[in-house]
């Protein structure tokens, strides 16, 4: 993409051919956005997510960005929080952090935002919970 032109890049760590973790790189305007992750238990300690992260950063840089932005910290830095141990990965990347106003939903439209924001998590959760529960009876738990 030149070079002002958003673009969204999939990376996938595969490990003999098999996905193990990914991540969605957004460039736009000079910026890198780190924003969307995602990891399995499968070979993690081979690190997978820190490869990905890197590779990210490589791309960002032959993109002609001068910012990779990590995106995310806890709101106290206390490692109880759920996201402790994201910000430590993201610190231990040479990462600091930056407060700024934050992401923000536009809905201009209520009943498409409702259905995007409350009906379809609850749906989900409802499938997740399903699932998990036919994956025990099929494993016999």
Same mark, same amino acid.
């Given at each position: 993409? @030149? ?7 999939? =990376? ?5 051919? !098999? ?7 957004? !460039?736009?305007?000079?910026?890198? %956005? %780190? ?9 993690? !300690? ?5 490869? =990905? ?11 002609? +960005?001068?910012? %990779?932005?990590?995106? @995310?910290?806890? !709101? ?15 610190? +231990?990347?040479? @990462? ?19 259905? %995007? ?25």
């Amino acid at each position: 993409m @030149g070079q002002g032109q958003p673009s969204i890049i999939p =990376l996938i760590a595969e490990v003999n051919n !098999e996905p193990v973790a990914g991540l969605f790189l957004f !460039e736009f305007a000079g910026r890198a %956005y %780190y924003v969307y992750g995602m990891s399995r238990d499968l070979h993690r !300690e081979k690190m997978p997510t820190y490869l =990905l992260q890197w590779e990210a950063m490589k791309h960002a840089r032959a993109a002609g +960005c001068t910012l %990779y932005d990590l995106w @995310g910290a806890p !709101e106290k830095f206390d490692e109880t929080d759920s996201l402790w141990g994201v910000y430590r990965v993201k610190e +231990c990347l040479g @990462g600091t952090v930056q407060r700024t106003l934050g992401a923000w939903d536009y809905a201009p439209n209520r009943f498409w935002y409702r259905l %995007y924001s409350e009906i379809i998590p609850r749906v989900l959760d409802v499938m997740r919970f399903r699932g998990r529960s036919q994956t025990r009876q099929s494993l016999g738990n």
